[in-house]
């Protein structure tokens, strides 16, 4: 029935979204170790809007505990600056007049076990989501069900739908255990 497969890719497209925000968050959560993406999601003044750094400088790493940016504008050096240190990030810009430098310092063990809790945090956030579309397509499956559709087509499609929920939930799980892993790591 169509309305059972749409319903059923629709769940599909909300699963693979939860897992891709977890992806996301997961990137901003560093591990001691200086990555691009990890100033994804601070925003910088530039001619009245605020744009990604990514977006008016490049980022690079020239080694694993330093991040360099250089701004496309000299100008721009103290809008970033001010930018990075009031993000959640805790670190310090330095400026050499035309690029801004990023000393990612090495992580205590208690700031990694509070990381693997952030890093549980979003798993468990993301975990919810995909159980929570499968809760809506079994509310979806029952108003479908007393619309007309078989008992058969409604119990195929509830197990399709918990084995979408059990291969995203392996997903974040196997997601999280390389963070995990990651952030760990000494």
Request: aromatic share 4%.
């Amino acid at each position: 029935m169509n309305e059972i497969r749409e319903c059923l890719e629709k769940a599909g497209h909300a699963m693979e979204n939860a897992y891709m925000r977890t992806q996301k968050e997961f990137a901003k959560i560093r591990a001691g170790r200086a990555l691009p993406n990890m100033l994804n999601g601070i925003l910088v003044p530039y001619y009245g809007n605020e744009v990604p750094i990514d977006q008016v400088a490049s980022v690079s790493t020239p080694d694993a505990r330093t991040l360099t940016i250089k701004p496309w504008e000299r100008r721009l050096i103290p809008e970033l600056e001010k930018a990075i240190l009031n993000s959640k990030l805790a670190l310090t810009p330095q400026n050499d007049g035309e690029t801004v430098r990023i000393n990612i310092p090495p992580l205590t063990e208690e700031r990694r076990k509070a990381l693997v809790k952030q890093v549980r945090a979003e798993a468990e956030k993301g975990r919810v989501v995909v159980r929570s579309v499968r809760k809506d397509v079994k509310e979806i499956l029952k108003k479908i069900q007393k619309s007309g559709a078989s008992e058969d087509e409604i119990k195929m499609a509830e197990e399709q739908a918990q084995k979408l929920t059990d291969t995203y939930i392996h997903k974040l799980d196997a997601l999280l255990a390389r963070k995990e892993a990651e952030v760990m790591e000494v």
